[in-house]
């Protein structure tokens, strides 16, 4: 198993340099750059990014906006889902980004088979669109906290072998969901080799799930690490805590005592 850590943030496009090299200071080897609001990093400066990524081995990936949702009723919100992710795209394949993170949709009263439907569709034409641009990136998919959300592990299992998308395993929201972190149920519904993760502790409710991350314990990380540590994987573990970098280190520290 190759196993990366890496926080989920790479600050203000001005500290982004200099956070990268914080990063390969701490041995992490991962960074999601979050465009949680907007892709704030212009054109003109990914470049530099990019070069500097490569130079200290540090992959990158891209959280697209928040404010997406695949199986949207009306049209123009639809579209403008769509367009958030392909933004997300273009500069992604512009920073050496490969794995484009979004929270699908939501079933807001529709049927879960007609939702899982109408997000399959949208992500298939995304994909065609990536494909005509000739952008080197993969869309994925996050399994969700919240148990009203589209995105449990059956759902992006699914989507993943329909569409040939890739995902995310976020293992705080499975645990939110679950109220367990399922790894046997994951292990079986993702076969594939490479793994896009995020991890953090979590505060959730048994009924509704996620409410929010927090910071991640050391006996948390244990637990986590111990169940991938033995599988023929290429594993990347994004950590969302509030204290991300912190947290990304102790995973680190706690991975190489295991191995």
């Known amino acids: 198993m190759r196993l990366k850590f890496g926080p989920s943030g790479l600050g203000p496009t001005k500290d982004a ?3 990268l090299v914080l990063y390969n200071s701490h041995n992490l080897t991962a960074c999601e750059i979050a465009f949680t609001y907007g892709v704030y ?4 400066d990914a470049k530099e990014i990019k070069d500097k990524a490569e130079e200290l081995n540090i992959s990158m990936s891209i959280h697209a906006q928040y404010f997406v949702n695949l199986n949207a009723k ?3 919100k639809l579209e403008a889902s769509k367009k958030r992710i392909l933004d997300c795209c273009e500069r992604a394949n512009q920073l050496g980004a ?3 993170i979004f929270h699908a949709g939501f079933y807001a009263g529709i049927e879960e088979e007609l939702t899982f439907q109408n997000i399959k569709t949208q992500i298939i034409e995304l994909q ?3 494909k005509k641009k000739n952008w080197d990136v993969k869309l ?3 399994v969700m906290g919240k148990k009203n959300v589209f995105g449990s592990i059956d759902e992006i299992s699914r989507l993943v072998k329909e569409t040939g998308c890739s995902f995310c395993i976020d293992f705080a929201h499975i645990l939110a969901r679950y109220d367990k972190h399922m790894f046997k149920e994951v292990i079986a ?3 594939q080799e490479d793994w896009h993760c995020h991890f953090s502790g979590i505060e959730y409710s048994v009924e509704k799930g996620e409410k929010k991350h927090k910071k991640t314990l050391t006996e948390e990380w244990q637990n986590l690490i111990s169940n991938l540590k033995n599988l023929d994987k290429n594993i990347t573990i ?3 805590s509030p204290d991300q970098l912190q947290d990304s280190i102790d995973g680190l520290k706690i991975y190489n005592t295991q191995s």
């Open 74 to 76: 009306d049209k123009t």
């Open 41 to 44: 990093i212009k054109e003109q």
């Open 128 to 130: 065609k669109i990536i």
């Open 98 to 100: 490969k794995n484009i």
């Open 17 to 19: 340099i200099n956070n």
């Open 189 to 191: 519904a993702f076969p």
């Open 238 to 240: 994004i950590n969302e």
């Open 140 to 142: 994925c998919p996050e």
